[in-house]
């Protein structure tokens, strides 16, 4: 089996989490990009309209693999746009794979409304799913507010508090090809 991770990030979150699988699985790592360059408002206008934003080309044969690790954040409860795009383009390379975010949370129902998202894209159910909640890293009184949540910026010692639901997942994942 060979393994991938394939991550998108607006703000280097997820950026950090994938480097941190790619080292964890021992895999190959590839950056999905988007054409146009992003600020807020345009992830605002993808999430408002359901726009699919056009993606740089990739210089990676995706048919080499059997299993991808997609790491995105997730906006308004939906996956990132760049990843939806991504998802929808390369669809036919795509059979095993799994999902984990560095996102805002707060909405216990929000992975399972993920893994339905991922499965209507790709026509079949994600190994494992995964969120790893800024709301947790938060103060009482910043939790669940929009400013605090999309304007954090997570440092290496985040990743260790969640050490053992990034260990999960790694387990996750592993145990799909034991």
Sequence with gaps: MKRIVVYYSFTRNNEMLANELQKRLHCDI???ETAGKRTGFSIFLDIAFRRTPRLKDHKVYLGDYNEFIFVAPVW???IAAPLRAFLI???QYIEDY???SFC???DEGQADKVANE???ILHHEPKAVKELW??????EEKRKIAKYTTGYRAVPEDLESFREKISEFVTDVAAVNA
């Design 89 to 91: 383009k390369e669809h």
């Design 30 to 32: 590839m950056k999905i």
């Design 118 to 120: 991922l499965a209507a």
């Design 134 to 139: 800024i709301n947790d890293l938060l103060t």
């Design 76 to 78: 308004a409860g939906k």
């Design 98 to 100: 799994s999902f984990i």
């Design 104 to 106: 805002g949370g707060g």
